[in-house]
């Protein structure tokens, strides 16, 4: 049965408002402490920053609650990670994998001859239609910018190859990126191209968000301390060329 889980614990929507609205206060307060210290109000003004200084404490106490309550979730080949928006989500999972050796024009020499492995894992993206609010329709969505990492049997994280996705586009033509746009009910499949070193094999593939406020929202993956959802790759592509 096909499993669910989710880039952040609880509303997408009230971790925004969390943030925005504290962000809010903090501006009001730092307005206000300048005013009062032009005015030369100074007992005011340190009340002022001690209430500053308890807003941020409880926020960061929040967000180290949810981090340190959360736990990393493995999800295997066909299952779906959400990444929750304010109005829709869209659905991740790893349609397949397979390793090959690097053989196209792109890759170095030393690539191709020293016993690197390439791993290409096709992601699947699909803009799952009953998670659209009312007032939404059916305009298109550009997804977020995306993270993605492959992890190592090294306990590396590998970026994407970027010569090996050149590689790959050469015969089959252009390949769908996870920036593409789509709409409600849409789906396609990306493919992602890493290049490991000789004698380390990949397991699992992280997928994040890439914006780098996430790291300061209450409950999502990306704040400090907070497990992930990542994906196993099948068996067949875990093993290493020695």
């Known amino acids: 049965m096909m499993q669910h889980a989710f880039n952040v614990q609880g509303s997408a929507a009230l971790g925004v408002l969390a943030f925005l609205g504290t962000a809010a206060v903090l501006a009001a307060c730092a307005v206000s402490w300048v005013v009062l210290r032009a005015t030369r109000r100074r007992p005011a003004a340190r009340r002022v920053a001690?209430?500053?200084?308890?807003?941020?404490?409880?926020?960061?106490?929040?967000l180290a609650l949810f981090s340190l309550t959360s736990r990393s979730v493995?999800?295997?080949?066909?299952?779906?990670?959400?990444?929750?928006?304010?109005?829709?989500?869209?659905?991740?999972?790893?349609?397949?994998?397979?390793?090959?050796?690097?053989?196209?024009?792109?890759?170095?020499?030393?690539?191709?001859?020293?016993?690197?492995?390439?791993?290409?894992?096709?992601?699947?993206?699909?803009?799952?239609?009953?998670t659209i609010s009312a007032h939404r329709g059916d305009s298109l969505l550009t997804p977020n910018p995306r993270h993605v990492a492959l992890l190592g049997s090294d306990g590396r994280e590998y970026p994407p190859s970027e010569a090996g996705l050149r590689d790959l586009t050469i015969a089959p033509g252009p390949q769908p990126s996870l920036d593409r746009q789509l709409r409600p009910g849409e789906s396609y499949v990306a493919p992602i191209v890493f290049d490991l070193p000789p004698g380390v094999s990949g397991g699992r593939v992280l997928v994040t968000e890439g914006d780098p406020v996430t790291r300061v929202l209450i409950g999502h993956e990306n704040s400090p301390w907070h497990g992930k959802a990542g994906f196993l790759l099948p068996a067949a592509t875990l093993g290493a060329r020695r």
Do not use: M, N
């Open 50 to 62: 001690r209430s500053a200084g308890i807003v941020v404490a409880g926020y960061a106490a929040a």
């Open 74 to 130: 493995d999800l295997p080949v066909g299952d779906e990670k959400y990444f929750c928006g304010i109005d829709c989500h869209l659905a991740y999972s790893v349609a397949g994998a397979e390793t090959l050796p690097p053989t196209g024009p792109a890759s170095s020499e030393a690539a191709r001859s020293d016993g690197t492995v390439r791993v290409v894992v096709r992601v699947r993206v699909r803009f799952d239609p009953s």
